[in-house]
Every structure is written in structure tokens, then in C-alpha cells.
Nanobody
């Protein structure tokens, strides 16, 4: 079992940057595929980015390609989401997710068994 704790959210102006971090408990972090999701009020939870066990494979939703970067440091049990050129439509609660998946990249919420508590990202125009 793994516990996830996100940090790094906040209020930023459009065009600004934030880096989200998600630290996992346990000693088998490198066995988990990881993902970042977001959910805005009244919207469904959507996949933003995902990364494989070693970090060699990644996925991004089209709306964040070229602006967001997912990475992981297995020695620190941490996955990151660097968010640049933020837009008001990026405003949402961002969640970190983990799973002992059989595929290197997973992109739907039901594929993930472990979730963090979420961190609010607000982008003002």
C-alpha cells in the first residue's frame, strides 16, 4: 500500500508557473506507475499527465502539451508536475495517483488504486 501527499498548489497569474510535488510512502515507489489528474467544479476528473515506472514513457493531455512536464525521482519517492504558461482554464484541484499497473502509462481514473488528497491550483486572468 502507498500513501500520497501532494504539495505546491496555489494562486498564480496567467502566464506564471507552479511545480506540484507528490511524495509517496513506502520502499517500492519504482514499481508504481504514476499520474496527475485534475478536477474543476462541475467537471469530471481528467488525466493531465502520466509516467511509467522508470520515467522513460510519459503521456500528456493535448491541452497541456508543451506547457506541463511530468517527472519522477525514484530515490526520493516523488513525482513532479512542472506547469508553465498557466492559463485560467488550468484552474482545478490537482490529484496525484499511483498504481501497480501492468501498462507503463495509465490515463483513466479507474486504473489507479491510490490517490492523494488533492491540491488547489488557481490561475487568475
Amino acid at each position: 500500500q502507498v500513501q500520497l501527499v501532494e504539495s505546491g498548489g496555489g494562486l498564480v497569474q496567467a502566464g506564471g508557473s507552479l511545480r506540484l510535488s507528490c511524495r509517496a510512502s513506502g520502499r517500492t515507489f519504482n514499481r508504481y506507475v504514476m499520474g496527475w489528474f485534475r478536477q474543476a467544479p462541475g467537471e469530471e476528473r481528467e488525466s493531465v499527465a502520466a509516467i511509467s515506472w522508470s520515467g522513460s514513457s510519459t503521456y500528456y493531455v493535448d491541452s497541456v502539451k508543451g506547457r506541463f512536464t511530468i517527472s519522477r525521482d525514484n530515490a526520493k519517492n516523488t513525482v513532479y508536475l512542472q506547469m508553465n504558461t498557466l492559463k485560467p482554464e488550468d484552474t482545478a484541484v490537482y490529484y496525484c495517483a499511483a498504481d501497480l499497473g501492468s501498462r507503463p502509462v495509465q490515463t483513466t481514473p479507474y486504473e489507479f488504486g491510490y490517490w492523494g488528497q488533492g491540491t488547489q491550483v488557481t490561475v487568475s486572468s
